[in-house]
Structure formats: C-alpha cells, structure tokens
C-alpha cells in the first residue's frame, strides 16, 4: 500500500525558543529525523511507496534525501578505495515529494495529494510525528475485514494529569489519573479508502470533518493499541525519544527485533 505522511506542519510545541526552521519531522531522534524512524516503520512491514504532503520547511526534508547518507545508519566496507554497504535503508523505497501549502491543514493536504492515489483501493496515512511497535499488519487485515471505509489506532490516554469528579456542593468524590479511564485517543496511524475523499471539504481536516463524519455513520474502525506508542509533540518528548534510543530502549524499531 502507499503511505501518505503529512510533513508540512509549523511543529510550534516543537519549539525550544529559538528561531530554528527545521520542521518537527526533522528533528533527530538518535541520528536520523523523526520522519526516517516513521518511514523504516512502514518500509519493514513492505510498505515502500510513500508520499511526502511537504509545507513548512519542506527544503529541510528535500535536501535530506536528495543527500542521503547510508553510512550513516548502515555498517560498511571500504575495499580498493571504494565504500561497500553491507545492507541499505531506503534503495528499494520510492518517495514523491508533493507541495501541499504551508498553511493547509491536514485534510487538504490529503486532497491535493489524491491524484497520487489513484487506484489505490486502501492507502495508509500519520503524521510523521509518532513512533510505535504497532503490528500494521494485523491492524490492515482487521480493518479490510471489518468492512467500514477507514480506520484510525487508537491508543489509552497518554497525560500525567488527574481527574476529579465532584459532588453538588464541591466536594471531591474521586481522583483518577487520566491514563485509567475508559476512553482512547487517536494514535495518528489510519488505513484509509478512496471514500475519504468524498468526506473532506476544501480546507477542511481529516479528523473532524471526515472521520468525525463516518463515526457518526457507525463507518469508522478503531484499532486499539496498548503497547508502545509515543508523540513527538514537544520539545520534551522528542528529547525523551533521543535519549531512549541511546540508551538502547528502541522498542518501536521494529526492523531491528525481526
């Protein structure tokens, strides 16, 4: 299946005050962007053909591959004065570079990448942001077997914060964290139909204008996940990230445990 990844945000909780123009999939967790990690994710489960919905910052994420390095990421030989890889990362990937505006939203990015599309049956979609040791391919087979016209992961609720319920007159009746209630939210991985088009307006977004209207038809699939899952929202996540994968704690580099 084709993978569209939505690359053109501004990443503003990404941030760290400077005045920095590299765009949230970009940013280095060990020493390749967010975007590779999410890339090698699909790519390992032999989904190669990806569509990058560029915006903001879209030169950073052209020259990365117009000047990759598999070095980098690969062991090698250099042999008569020349470099042998002993394997590669993306020499069999195709990636079509697609400008889809600084200001759009996602859902229009979606649109103006749909004539890329064309005769694809089902296609997958994230945010280029968000690592996980989902098994896609159990999450593609459910879906086609459920029959509905898209899907979204769906994961428990990641905050540290506390609920609070409270009585009439104010008193407090329970304090629960949120990570223990019965509710999940959307991880950012969708496996999507041609019908998607049909339900996304100019200008409009993929979660609250289609995907809000097949839940409302009883017509959207949630694949829940409750392994490893994490955003690179903010500065701090990301740094998390990084430091995990240094410390050898990689679990959604699910190439590396096959």
Known sequence: MKVVLFCGG????????????????MQLVGPRPLL???MRYYAH???????????????????F????????????????????????DISDWSITFVDTGVESP????????REYLD?????????????TDAPLEEMITR??????????????PQSSFHCVDLGPTGEVKEIMPVSRMPLWENGGYFVLTQEIFDLLPPGGDLVADACGALAGQGRLFGYRHQGFWKPADTFKERAELDRDYRTGRRPWMVWEHA
């Open 10 to 25: 501004y990443g503003m909780r990404m941030r760290d005050g400077s005045d920095d123009m590299i765009p949230k999939p």
């Open 106 to 113: 996602i859902g229009e990015r979606l649109r103006r990448v």
């Open 45 to 63: 489960f032999g989904h190669r053909d990806f569509i990058l919905c560029l915006g903001y910052g879209a030169e950073h994420i052209k020259n």
């Open 143 to 156: 879906f086609i077997a459920s029959g509905m016209a898209a899907s979204m992961m769906v994961v428990p």
């Open 119 to 131: 005769g694809e049956q089902f296609f997958l979609a994230n945010y280029a942001d968000v690592l």
């Open 65 to 88: 591959f117009l000047t990759y390095e598999e070095s980098v990421s690969n062991d090698f030989v250099i042999r008569e004065g020349r470099v042998e890889l002993l394997r590669t």
């Open 36 to 38: 590779w990690h999410v």
